[in-house]
């Protein structure tokens, strides 16, 4: 067994300076380089342990560090964790949350501390920026250097701005759950998050940030780190890419074993579990990264975890990104099932009622499901994709049954034209954005609207339909009240609105509704409960096995139309029409 190198993932919201963080360790321009200095994909940089030595300089003085170096993992917002999934967690060990000590938590920072929370990755907080906080004195001569180095040399009203800020963000973290504090303030690693101030375009605060993370990965890891380097390889796919030259590749990051030229690899496709052998393998130089490597990539025979490598084979053009990959020995069927067993417990199919969840890769569908759930909210189908025609057709089928669930997420993909037109034409409402958080937001805050204007209509007196049947066999009482067993048919059924029957005769008044020891103040289509009924009697007026209406009023009927109303109901109220203009032609018009 060996000690690997740590997965650090570095995340935060748009422009706080989570490239310009690791420019500043590589020596590169990589921000500057990109459309409007905002990373584009994801990249993979390894950081050598000679490298980290000299970063920290007399702040690792008497201490021997075991890890060979960092992988650090630099993401464009949402994909931080959500493509990096293993063994049901994430794929990264740690992880540095940059903020803007200006700006404080904005939504993708938000959106960060819930995946990190939700994974359980321990992380510290690159508090970015201090540079642009007031009259900052500047050390220009030093490519690098600490923070208490820089903070020392401040006057006491830049040191009293400094602290304040400080402040604030340890008072927002609060709110979140997270006992925080400036990082050689910190008394317990395990329970407190270490805020490291600092300015990655200046280079200050770089070096505690270096020491953290390896005194941290070497101190609490070492268990996790510790791998059979001689064994399989395992890892998770980041991105599939067309290569010049090399047509379809998967950029892979390693978190265990070795993986070699000729080997066969297993991962997830769009289709099923693709099986194919490595043609290439090719691995971006220490201090140079996948996605944008300064010099070209080195033909590698052979790596070991952890490590970014891009990976060329035929047959990967419908990879799946946030896929598993393993590499198989003589045991395929075992290692496929293993693949299909991964990718069977992110995706989610099932019969219940629940919202439609879409997104672009396998982690991002986890950490979809896995927030929804935590709040609360069911899942019927989490796939990976753009929204078709057939999740719409799903929706419609669930929004029968529940209104409020009869809903579409669509997390960073698009929508086929043919399954818009049919949300627009039967009003399926999808919920499209490329942050977790704010998607999350956006359908509780429609949630609250939509339920709130139930509520108001309901308050106009309007009564929607509904339609019972009385079971056969579960006749309680018959009468004074009759008491029997009912299933509610269609829309919903309350105490004190009146019955009628299929020829518009008097069907009784309910009294009450009762399921077990438990009085409702409602029920809805498909509850199975008992009902009191006053003025009838069964084996007279009412049978068993006859079907009831809700009586509505021709005023309600006229305002029905304000009503959002699922195909049953719909159906309901043509009955109920037809019954009523038997013998008024006119009525409700």
């Known amino acids: 067994m060996v000690t690997r190198q740590p997965i650090i993932s570095v995340l935060g919201h748009v422009d706080h300076g989570k490239t310009t963080f690791l420019d500043n360790i590589r020596g590169s321009t990589v921000a500057a380089r990109e459309a409007g200095g905002i990373t584009q994909h994801i990249g993979a940089t390894e950081v050598p342990l000679e490298v980290i030595t000299e970063i920290c300089g007399d702040l690792l003085k008497g201490t021997a560090l075991k890890i060979p170096g960092v992988l650090f993992i630099d993401t464009p917002g949402h994909e931080a964790f959500t493509t990096l999934r293993s063994r049901g967690g994430s794929l990264a060990d740690l992880a540095i949350l940059v903020i803007d000590i200006n700006e404080g938590i904005q939504p993708q920072t938000l959106e960060s501390i819930e995946i990190l929370k939700s994974f359980k990755v321990p992380f510290i907080i690159a508090a970015n920026k201090i540079d642009l906080a007031g009259k900052f004195r500047i050390n220009k001569k030093k490519k690098r250097y600490t923070f208490l180095e820089a903070f020392n040399d401040q ?28 990082f050689d303030r910190v008394k317990d690693f395990r329970k407190q998050i270490s805020i490291v101030p600092c300015s990655a375009k200046y280079g200050i605060g770089i070096p505690e940030i270096m020491m953290l993370i390896a005194g941290l990965s070497q101190r609490f890891l070492e268990k996790r780190l510790s791998i059979n380097v001689e064994g399989l390889a395992r890892g998770n796919v980041l991105e599939v890419k067309e290569e010049i030259g090399l047509g379809t590749t998967i950029d892979v990051i390693m978190y265990d ?5 000729k080997d066969r690899i297993v991962l997830g496709g769009k289709k099923g579990v693709i099986t194919t052998t490595i043609r290439s393998l090719l691995k971006p130089k220490p201090l140079d990264e996948i996605r944008d490597p300064r010099f070209r990539f080195e033909h590698v025979k052979t790596v070991s975890a952890a490590a970014g490598i891009k990976v060329a084979a035929s047959d990967l053009d419908d ?21 299909k067993k991964e990718i069977g417990k992110v995706k989610v199919s099932t019969e219940r009622t629940g919202i439609i969840v ?17 709040k609360g909210f069911a899942i019927r189908k989490g796939d990976v994709g753009d929204v078709n025609k057939t999740d719409v057709t799903e929706a419609i089928s669930v929004k029968k049954k529940d209104m409020y669930k009869g809903v579409i997420v669509a997390f960073n993909v698009d929508v086929l034209k043919e399954a818009e037109e049919v949300a627009q034409s039967k009003k399926i409402n999808i919920f499209k954005n490329d942050i977790i958080y704010k998607i999350i937001e956006d359908y509780e805050l ?29 006749v309680f009482r018959a009468s004074k009240p009759a008491i029997v067993g009912v299933r509610v048919l269609a829309g919903e059924i309350k105490p004190k609105l ?4 299929e020829d518009g005769k ?31 009697t069964v084996g007279r007026q009412i ?47």
């Open 155 to 182: 006057n006491e009203a830049m040191k009293e701005i400094i602290e304040n800020k400080i402040w604030e963000l340890v008072g927002e973290l609060y709110k979140y759950g997270f006992q925080a504090d400036r």
């Open 257 to 261: 074993g070795t993986m070699s030229v």
């Open 319 to 339: 990879a799946l990104a946030g896929s598993p990959i393993y590499t198989s020995d003589e045991n395929l069927n075992e290692t496929i099932n293993r693949v």
């Open 358 to 374: 879409k997104a672009d890769t396998l982690g991002s569908l986890e950490a979809l499901v896995k927030m929804f759930n935590s």
């Open 446 to 474: 429609w949630l609250e609207e939509k339920k709130e204007e139930e509520k108001l209509k309901r308050q106009l007196g309007i009564i929607r339909p509904g339609k019972i049947q009385i079971l056969e066999g579960y």
């Open 498 to 501: 009146t019955l009628i029957k």
């Open 506 to 536: 008097f069907g009784g008044e309910i009294k009450s509704i009762k399921t077990q020891d438990k009085f409702l103040s409602s029920a809805e289509r498909d509850a199975e409960v008992a009902v009191a009924l006053n003025g009838v």
């Open 543 to 589: 049978e068993e096995g006859e079907v009831l209406y809700v009586e509505i009023p021709e005023d309600s009927f006229r305002k029905m139309r304000e009503l959002e109303l699922d195909e049953s109901e719909k159906e309901t109220l043509e009955e109920f029409l037809e019954i009523r203009r038997k013998e008024n032609s006119l009525w409700g018009v």
